[in-house]
DNA sequence: CGCTTGACACTATTAGAGATTTTGTCTAGT
DNA sequence: ACTAGACAAAATCTCTAATAGTGTCAAGCG
């Protein structure tokens, strides 16, 4: 297989996701059609089996892919901030609340939503679930790097804040995405740069 | 209506609803059944009636029961830890993980949760929505009678924090009650004592 | 009174048969 | 490498009849 017929096959493979993706947020994964998805896509139906083989392969694709790319921003964003973990944070977080806010299909993961449209994740054992882990696991990397001073209990209690507080304002948000994202940095420093007290 | 006669009536109530308790986590909502609830509260169907009017109110009376109960328990667990808030912190988390994690029915309501089983939320605009709103409003007051010097905005962080990250262990547990509730605490007495950094 | 019992209409839920779509595969054609 | 059409098997919808449950009534009992 040359390197041409590759990327043709990946703008190809990108094509049918992308009709799928706009297909799933507007009638939910069980009012999808294949038919429909070639239809968008410009493809025939034949085209989407012999590319992803069934429907839910294609389900399983579509919802990597959203979350390889949602993790290929957070790793963006991060690394555009250098060593200052605070404006790190503050746009991770912002980043994520933007994205859960306008991409369901993630927020659904993110959340581990079960039922409701996204009968997607029904059966998702791929890399769905461990999107947190990952998650929590880069910007624990990041914490280490960038605070190096800070001891190791103390970055993890603030990871595991930013995770969680983030999740808990996709939720059930309160403020603007800037907003919450300013917050939760704040407490996140509080939380990581106070040693023990007492 | 004679004082004995209102207690008569009161004990009667609560034998109802403690078998509607009962069934409903057996079967769901949707599987409880007028007839069950009276023959395992020993009472006629047409009492559940006359008392309650309808299921759904009888749905209503339970969940407000039950919310009730959980409030009274995070009053009564705050009250008992004097100006101590961070014991007090430690144990109303560990009340309400435990509390959530053997009464479906309160977690369901904690979390918001709705469809699966617990489909009785489906309508139940009255004290199951505050719920959140009254425990936090409960530990604010206690946290500005215990810990008068911290200011205002930390204090609204903190407990910002506690009811938050509480709730993310209910859905998401990584750990015992106990180490988590200690964990919470330890994470909040810094977002608390901590003045502004920078 | 306060409760039980049995009877009742009305409504919601369930079950099954049949029609209709959709999936997934194959084959021939470009 | 893809399209187009045809197809069996499986899933989903639709409608109907039967069943079960809700909510209300009136009669009876202690």
């Not at 009709?19 to 493809?43: F, K, N, P, Q, S």
């Not at 139906?45 to 389900?59: H, V």
């Not at 059930?172 to 995405?177: G, H, L, N």
Request: charged share 25%; net charge negative; with cysteine.
């Amino acid at each position: 297989m040359t390197r041409y017929t590759e990327s043709i096959r990946a703008s190809l493979r990108d094509r049918v996701l992308d009709a799928a993706y706009g297909l799933v947020a507007d009638a939910g994964w069980g009012g999808l059609r294949m038919a429909h998805v070639a239809e968008r896509a410009g493809v025939s139906r034949q085209t989407c089996y012999t590319e992803f083989g069934s429907k839910d392969a294609l389900g399983q694709a579509l919802v990597m892919r959203e979350v390889d790319r949602f993790l290929d921003g957070i790793r963006e964003v991060l690394d555009g901030h250098g060593s200052d973990l605070r404006a790190g944070v503050t746009a991770g977080v912002e980043f994520t609340l933007r994205t859960a806010a306008d991409n369901e299909l993630l927020k659904a993961v993110i959340t581990s939503q079960r039922g409701g449209d996204g009968e997607l994740m029904a059966h998702l054992t791929t890399r769905s679930e461990p999107l947190l882990d990952t998650a929590t696991a880069m910007l624990g990397a990041y914490a280490a790097h960038a605070w190096p001073e800070v001891d190791e209990y103390s970055r993890e209690l603030a990871v595991e804040c930013v995770v969680r507080l983030t999740v808990s304002n996709i939720v059930q948000p309160v403020a603007s995405p800037e907003a919450t994202a300013e917050r939760i940095a704040r407490i996140v420093t509080r939380v990581a740069l106070l040693a023990e007290p007492e």
